[in-house]
């Protein structure tokens, strides 16, 4: 077959026209594959705690002011409850430290100081991590997150 002057410049414009295709399409896929994932929240009615989350882990609640649950497909979901409750920083920790050594966790942190703590223990199971705050003489803030490992 024979080229000339018309068949090349056609060549020349397919040749682009597929170039031009194919860079859309990795710039498309590049992008789809970079896309920050987004977790579906879902929150319990007002005053109560998610369905999910271990209910003994809520000491002497005044009241709950927030609990949800994130699911992060097949590799966690956790569940998360804040509350404030009548005891102070110390009561509060040393209950937290408790149910995580009654229930076989291992503590990899903790801290305790007058008016804020925390602890963290860990199990093949999940993970739990425990946030103390003093709001006031007779106000404390508790905000417990536990994470159930893949399904």
């Known amino acids: 077959m024979e080229y000339t002057g ?11 026209i597929v170039l031009i295709v194919l ?10 594959a970079n896309k920050p994932k987004v ?6 009615a007002e005053g109560q705690v998610i ?10 609640a005044k009241k709950i002011t927030e609990s949800y ?12 409850a804040e ?6 920083v110390i009561i509060a920790y040393l209950k937290a430290d408790k149910y995580l050594r009654d229930n076989n966790y291992v503590i990899v942190n903790q801290r305790l100081q007058p008016t804020v703590a925390n602890i963290y223990g860990t199990k093949s199971e ?8 003093q709001l006031t003489e007779t106000t404390t803030q508790i905000i417990i997150s536990t994470v159930k490992k893949g399904r």
């Open 6 to 16: 018309k068949n090349t410049q056609l060549m020349r414009f397919l040749a682009i």
């Open 23 to 32: 860079l859309g399409g990795l710039t498309y896929w590049y992008n789809q």
């Open 39 to 44: 977790f579906p929240r879902t929150d319990a």
């Open 51 to 60: 369905s999910g989350f271990p209910v003994d882990l809520v000491f002497d």
């Open 69 to 80: 649950s994130i699911d992060y497909g097949r590799s966690a979901k956790q569940y998360t």
């Open 83 to 88: 509350y404030v409750s009548k005891d102070k």
């Open 126 to 133: 999940g993970d739990v991590n425990v946030l103390i705050q």
